[in-house]
């Protein structure tokens, strides 16, 4: 069902829901026996086969669709996210290539105002697509995407990555740790407004004469309205 070159890439896919561990106990299958599958083809019945890329959102090796997809790497491999198949593991969801685009403090040294305010980072945030399948991808705080990793077949949203960015705020919860709906992916998907910048922010905070824990306060205030 599944040849050497899709199962590594399966193996590196399953960083995207906890590991390979994670997945096999979702799934309901031993996790020797599907780390042996994964690495050598050791038998695997199509059964429990069905049930990993189930899990993985990946029914009959294709993309679900239905769904916006919720991928969040906690722990990466041992050396590091920059080790990680990113665009060999994504190609199993955009085979025929994909877009991608990264929330605006994304950007390592860049603080947002949460930050400066709170001490608190949020997590990496990315969104991917190719008009059918939705993807947000989250990276905990500090990991973000190494050049490099985002290749054939995928490619940054606007042509490079310094101009692909998102337009949400870092309390926009669903983007954040929630799971925004189809009408509120492809919103941000489309819409191509420069979010605001740290100098920006500053700016209307110095106009303003207050803390940055006071702008931090009427942001989520108005947020929750």
Not at 141 to 160: E, H, I, N, Y
Not at 172 to 199: K, N, Y
């Amino acid at each position: 069902m599944a040849d050497k070159s899709i199962r590594l890439r399966l193996k590196a896919a399953c960083y995207f829901f906890g590991g390979q561990k994670a997945v096999a106990h979702a799934a309901g299958v031993d996790n020797s026996n599907f780390g042996k599958w994964l690495t050598s083809g050791t038998k695997l019945s199509d059964e429990k086969v069905d049930l990993i890329l189930g899990v993985m959102g990946l029914p009959n090796l294709k993309p679900d669709t239905s769904a916006v997809h919720m991928w969040y790497v906690k722990s990466p491999p041992g050396n590091g996210i920059s080790s990680l198949d990113f665009a060999g593991a994504a190609s199993l969801y955009f085979p025929n290539g994909g877009k991608i685009a990264k929330a605006s403090w994304v950007e390592p040294g860049l603080k947002t105002l949460k930050r400066m305010a709170l001490l608190r980072q949020p997590k990496s945030v990315y969104a991917l697509t190719d008009g059918h399948c939705r993807v947000i991808l989250r990276l905990a705080t500090p990991m973000a995407l190494q050049k490099g990793q985002v290749k054939p077949p995928l490619s940054w949203r606007d042509g490079k990555e310094e101009t692909s960015i998102l337009n949400i705020s870092d309390i926009q919860e669903q983007w954040i740790s929630g799971t925004p709906t189809f009408a509120e992916f492809d919103a941000v998907w489309e819409d191509r407004a420069a979010p605001l910048s740290r100098e920006d922010l500053m700016m209307v905070i110095r106009s303003e004469g207050i803390t940055y824990q006071e702008a931090v306060r009427r942001i989520l205030e108005n947020h929750k309205a």
